[in-house]
Every structure is written in C-alpha cells, then in structure tokens.
C-alpha cells in the first residue's frame, strides 16, 4: 500500500499524543499524574482507588483506555471500540430502552479483547519510548484477569507506533517496558509482627503462574487514597 507524501515537518512533529481519543488523555499537573479507579470489583470488598504517580520528566503523556462517557441522563458508560465484535451498551439500548437487539452470549469468546487498564503511561526521548502500563486492584484480585488487559493495551500501543513508523516515517522502539499492578492490601498486623513495617512489605513482587510471556509485578498500598509513588521508582523496578 502506498502512502500520500508528507511533508517533513508534519512527520517529525507527530506524537503518540496526536494520535488518540482526546477522551482517553490523563491530565498531568505539577509533574504528576493521578490514576483513579471509582467501580468496586466485588461488592462489600475494598478496592485502590487512588495512585499518584510523582517526579515526571517533561514531555510524558499518559491515557486510559478505561474511560466513561456521559450516556443517556444520569447514567453513565465506557468508551467502547465499536470497530471490534464485542458486547457494547450502544447495541442494548436505544433511547435509554433496553432492547434485545443481540444475545451476549455470542461474545463469550471476544468479550475479553475490549478489556482495558487504568494507565498507560509513555515517555517518549528521541526514538526510545519508556512505557508503564498499571491496573489499580482490590484486596482480591485475579491476576491473570490483569494481565489480559495488559496484553490487549500492549496490542494497541503496538498499532499507535505502527502507524507513527509506518505512515509518518519514523523509528520508534519500546526500549522499557512495565506491567504493574497496584493494590490494596490489608492492614499491618502489628501485636504478631511488632518489627514489620510498610516499609519491609511496599516493594515490588513478580506475579507468578500467568499466562503471559512478558514479567508483570505487583505493588502494595495500605489505604484506598492518596497513595504515592515515584516515576523513577517505576523505571528501576526490582523485586
């Protein structure tokens, strides 16, 4: 397939940036970057509602792929990819009335390809780009449930720089990447651990018995907000 010509400045200056859903943008305020997540996993089980990452470098560009749009009056939806066959509330509903239009069941085995992360995270120097891809959990979380969602925001960062390399003629590689989750866990037991502190328990563990080729860790907090970390911790990750 051959490509129009374009011109060498709107080449060079195209980004990432430019080229995604202005809804899926994090806003990025004082060299940080808040990733929040507001639905409960299971009713009547805590969950991590807030990650500040801190200490950005200039020029980084973060986005969601797990965004709502306003719908019909009070309620809300996601932002679904409604070029893939998956379930979506725009084919249920019409005009805020439920209508059987599909039967879900004939998604069981696509459903999956339209999960999507809390984060993504890129920063971007020169050709290297350094990616964080992050899911906010509760205290009972199923890995592998994370880590479908890591392999389909991956697939889709893949296409974002395909069409950089490909369309605008430029060299982009993923020189680092990061696959986190970040977590709630519960309360210190300090009467039969008097010496453990969050210190000795905050660290970085790699999660085992997945099915995924690539490393993912997970990280603890102790409280649903206000959680802080920073973004050359996420970059010198060590178990």
């Excluded at 991590?48 to 969601?64: M, N």
């Excluded at 005009?95 to 809390?118: C, L, V």
């Excluded at 490909?166 to 986190?180: D, G």
């Amino acid at each position: 397939m051959k490509f129009p010509k374009l011109l060498p400045t709107i080449s060079t200056k195209m980004n990432i940036q430019n080229l995604i859903n202005p809804l899926l943008l994090l806003e990025i305020k004082e060299d940080m970057l808040v990733l929040s997540e507001t639905e409960n996993e299971e009713k009547g089980t805590p969950t991590l509602q807030e990650v500040i990452i801190t200490s950005l470098p200039k020029g980084l560009i973060a986005y969601s792929t797990d965004t709502y749009l306003k719908d019909l009056g009070d309620k809300k939806r996601k932002l679904y990819n409604e070029y893939m066959n998956v379930p979506s509330p725009l084919l249920t509903k019409f005009n805020g009335t439920d209508r059987a239009w599909i039967d879900e069941s004939e998604f069981a085995e696509t459903k999956y390809i339209d999960k999507r992360s809390d984060g993504i995270i890129i920063c971007r120097n020169k050709n290297n780009v350094s990616v964080v891809i992050c899911d906010l959990k509760s205290t009972k979380f199923k890995p592998q449930d994370c880590v479908d969602k890591f392999m389909i925001d991956k697939l889709f960062l893949d296409y974002l720089i395909s069409i950089l390399n490909t369309v605008f003629k430029q060299n982009i590689n993923i020189s680092i990447i990061r696959y986190i989750i970040f977590y709630l866990k519960s309360g210190l037991n300090n009467k039969s651990k008097p010496r453990t502190t969050k210190e000795d328990l905050q660290k970085f563990e790699k999660v085992e018995q997945i099915d995924f080729k690539e490393d993912v860790f997970k990280y603890p907090f102790f409280k649903t907000h206000k959680n802080e970390i920073k973004w050359e911790k996420l970059m010198s990750l060590r178990e």
